[in-house]
C-alpha cells in the first residue's frame, strides 16, 4: 500500500524560507511521478510543482518558478519541496500525491492516486 506522509509545514513571515518533506512507502517501481499540491482556503486544489522519479524531470506552477526546488532522495524514498521567498499568497495546506507509472508531471489532481495528509503553510506580511 502506498503511503505518503508530509512534513515541515509552519507559519513564517514574507520572505523566509520552508522545507517541505514527503516521505513515501509502499512503492513497487520507480515509475511513478509526485506532485506538490496546495489548497488556500475557500480557493480550489492547485498544482505546485512535481518530478517524475524515474528521470528527475521537474515542472513548477509560474507563480512559484524561481522560488521553489523540488528535488528527490531516492535512497530516504523522500521528494522536498525547498520553497524560498514566501509570500502570503503562499499560505495553504500543501499535499504531495503520487502518479502511478507517471513519465510526465501534471498538474491535475485527477491525475493522482494517492495523496498525503497535507501539513498547514502559513506566511504572514
Known amino acids: 500500500q502506498v503511503q505518503l506522509v508530509e512534513s515541515g509545514g509552519g507559519l513564517v513571515q514574507a520572505g523566509d524560507s520552508l522545507r517541505l518533506s514527503c516521505i513515501t512507502s509502499?512503492?513497487?517501481?520507480?515509475?511513478?511521478?509526485i506532485g506538490w499540491f496546495r489548497q488556500a482556503p475557500g480557493k480550489e486544489r492547485e498544482g505546485v510543482s512535481c518530478?517524475?522519479?524515474?528521470?528527475?524531470?521537474?515542472n513548477y506552477a509560474d507563480s512559484v518558478k524561481g522560488r521553489f526546488t523540488i528535488s528527490r532522495d531516492s535512497a530516504k524514498n523522500t521528494v522536498t519541496l525547498q520553497m524560498n521567498s514566501l509570500q502570503p499568497e503562499d499560505t495553504g495546506v500543501y499535499y504531495c500525491?503520487?502518479?502511478?507509472?507517471?513519465?510526465?508531471?501534471?498538474?491535475?489532481?485527477?491525475?493522482?492516486?494517492?495523496w498525503g495528509q497535507g501539513t498547514q503553510v502559513g506566511v504572514s506580511s
Open positions: 500525491a503520487a502518479h502511478l507509472g507517471g513519465f510526465y508531471c501534471s498538474g491535475s489532481t485527477t491525475d493522482y492516486d494517492y
Open positions: 518530478i517524475v522519479i524515474s528521470t528527475g524531470d521537474t
Open positions: 509502499g512503492f513497487t517501481s520507480d515509475y511513478y511521478a
